[in-house]
Nanobody, 126 residues
Framework: QVQLVESGGGLVQAGGSLRLSCVAS????????MGWFRQAPGKEREFVAG????????SYANPVTGRFTISRDNAKNTVYLQMNSLKPEDTAVYSC???????????????????WGQGTQVTVSS
């Protein structure tokens, strides 16, 4: 069984950067597509970025395209989200998720992901 733990969140001023990490334990996630999602207060969870099992394909939500970069290091069983040019509207709890039934397709709907981390808070001040 896979466990996911996120880290790297915090408080940052608008225009700043953060790098989130998602470390998997229990078993390797190297054969799974992975995703980052976020949920702001009073809003539904939304897709942020996804990556295929080998990192060959990535996908981003429109609001973060050009500012965020998802990557993975399968040797470290870790997925990253580099966030640059942060905006106050990026404030949310960010969670990583594993799509244990899929390696090569990036799914943007949360219910397709079976394993979730607890999330890390990102707050961007104006």
């Amino acid at each position: 069984q896979v466990q996911l733990v996120e880290s790297g969140g915090g408080l940052v001023q608008a225009g700043g950067s953060l790098r989130l990490s998602c470390v998997a334990s229990g078993r390797s996630v190297s054969s799974y597509a992975m995703g980052w999602f976020r949920q702001a207060p009073g809003k539904e969870r939304e897709f942020v970025a996804g990556i295929t099992y080998n990192g060959g394909t990535t996908s981003y939500a429109n609001p973060v395209t050009g500012r965020f970069t998802i990557s993975r290091d399968n040797a470290k069983n870790t997925v990253y989200l580099q966030m640059n040019s942060l905006k106050p509207e990026d404030t949310a709890v960010y969670s990583c998720a594993a799509n244990t039934l899929n390696s090569v397709a990036i799914i943007t709907t949360p219910h397709s992901y079976s394993t979730w981390g607890q999330g890390t808070q990102v707050t961007v001040s104006s």
